[in-house]
């Protein structure tokens, strides 16, 4: 009798352990600096050119996310916000020059104490040793295109006479299959110097684009007539602020030529020459960065993880590729504060929909906590986008986002520092600081009117109601996440 009763017994844990769900491998992938514009699945100007039919093949399989932006448009506090889920002000990576914390709480470390394997290769632009990875290995700094070194535990490696996005995805894979624990779930993230500035592409990726033309933006030689103070006076342009050298290669036999075959003294004409060597650099490394996002896909597929393995890409923020004259990221303006996000869950995302609810990158770490069954700390400021990724917006999902740049005055690009919010349709920008008149200057857009930013209609009194609603909405966002009220310019009222 007893026999038979430990037989049923241990018959119904079998069942109950085959009926438990088998938690989700997530596969993170991130570049650096690529614009939502220069993804296929986006459209746009470049979307009859087939830049990108592998992070297309992510959307076409999931779902793109239309309205995904940052807190802090630049590189190193993004990716802090990315392991923290908190705003600049609470992890204390306010910019590029400021040391990170890595002892505070992160979400990989928290994974790892809930049975995920961990593991971080390629850029992640936060210096000193990394933590909560079972394994990292990853470009100290900004790191290089060419030559890359990178750091483990054990110490350097230099891979002599390749390129970083071509060895990133190599040891990613390598990983993969051959150093993780394979009876556990993982959390692998790769992430990609390309396609920072200044834009070296593998070579065979440079000859396929070195007599390409690319359309350019409307606008393009915009002169910042209904802008304001910081719009007039940055340093991203590309007529003035890109260099001939470092950034644009002029010197380039094939590139001499063509300088030679107009007007230098003609502004415009330098712009655009400019602006397609630009193009041609930049969008060729995107295209090897979607060749090895390819190589990423096709081996989940060939090892049968793809079925239990969530998929994500996206980049640290957005990039001006031309629009307004410029290069880089920093303001609020829409090209740099919105970043791509694609999302693939086999069996749970409906393939080939869209989503145009308002996320931003705090919500990655608490999303990343959620898809692996574990609830997320109080302190992280996000939301799990895992109920958008099964088509239900909570009746609770935001309204509103809170963005903060910091960085000024800095060593790149004189981006004054600004604060602000946006809705769906509306963005109110304040600009401040010492170096602002007044210490102090608005800037509010009606971009379900004027899309592309042309022109601030702060002073119209057709919007002084919904001017006064988001300067109150300002202020409840502030205290929302704790931001102290005043980093240098007047004090909100």
């Not at 991130?30 to 220069?38: M, V």
């Not at 459209?43 to 076409?60: E, H, K, M, S, V």
């Not at 099964?390 to 609770?396: H, R």
């Not at 592309?452 to 988001?470: F, N």
């Amino acid at each position: 009798m007893l026999i038979r009763i430990l037989a049923l017994l241990f018959a119904l844990q079998a069942c109950l352990m085959a009926e438990e769900p088998k938690r989700p491998n997530i596969l993170w992938l991130f570049s650096d600096d690529h614009a939502f514009q220069a993804v296929g699945a986006y459209g746009g100007r470049f979307g009859d050119l087939d830049l990108t039919p592998n992070i297309d093949r992510i959307a076409d399989g999931g779902m793109r996310f239309d309205r995904c932006y940052v807190g802090n448009s630049i590189c190193a506090p993004a990716r802090a916000t990315l392991l923290t889920g908190k705003h600049s002000h609470l992890n204390g990576k306010f910019d590029n020059k400021d040391t990170f914390n890595h002892d505070q709480q992160q979400f990989q470390k928290i994974l790892r104490q809930n049975g995920y394997q961990t593991a971080m290769v390629g850029k992640i632009h936060l210096s000193g040793k990394m933590q909560g990875f079972d394994y990292w290995e990853v470009l100290p700094g900004q790191g290089r295109y060419w030559n890359p070194v990178f750091i483990t535990e054990q110490g350097e490696t230099t891979y002599k006479g390749e390129h970083s996005t071509d060895v990133i995805t190599r040891n990613a894979v390598d990983w993969l299959e051959n150093k993780r624990d394979k009876d556990k779930p993982f959390m692998a993230m790769v992430h990609y110097k390309a396609p920072h500035r200044n834009w070296q592409p593998t070579k065979r990726w440079k000859e396929k684009f070195k007599d390409k033309f690319f359309p350019e933006p409307e606008t393009l030689f915009d002169d910042y007539e209904g802008r304001g103070f910081a719009a007039k006076n940055q340093e991203m342009s590309i007529l003035k602020d890109m260099t001939m050298g470092g950034d644009v290669k002029a010197g380039q036999p094939e590139r001499k030529a063509e300088l030679a075959g107009i007007d230098k003294d003609d502004p415009k004409a330098l712009t655009r020459l400019k602006y397609q060597w630009y193009m041609r650099d930049y969008l060729a490394c995107i295209a090897g960065v979607d060749e090895n996002v390819g190589k990423l896909l096709d081996y989940l597929e060939e090892s049968g993880l793809a079925e239990n393995t969530i998929v994500m890409y996206s980049s640290d923020q957005g990039f001006y590729l031309g629009e307004h004259g410029w290069f880089d990221k920093r303001f609020m303006y829409e090209e740099s504060y919105r970043a791509p996000l694609v999302v693939k869950w086999p069996g749970v995302i409906e393939p080939g929909s869209v989503n145009d609810d308002l996320v931003q990158n705090i919500d990655f770490a608490e999303t990343f906590l959620d898809l692996a069954g574990i609830e997320a700390p109080d302190d992280m400021q996000g939301e799990s986008l895992v109920p958008l990724f099964k088509g239900e917006t909570p009746t609770d999902w935001r309204k509103s986002l809170y963005y903060h740049y910091y960085e000024f005055p800095g060593f790149w690009h004189a981006v004054r520092r600004h604060e602000g919010v946006s809705t769906a349709r509306y963005k109110l920008i304040r600009f401040y600081g010492a170096d602002v008149p007044d210490g102090e200057e608005w800037e509010f857009y009606d971009l379900e009117k004027d899309p592309q930013e042309m022109r601030s209609v702060y002073k119209d009194p057709q919007y002084e109601s919904e001017i006064a609603e988001l300067k109150q909405e300002l202020i409840r966002l502030k205290d929302y996440y704790g931001v102290p009220d005043d980093f240098g310019g007047k004090p909100l009222k």
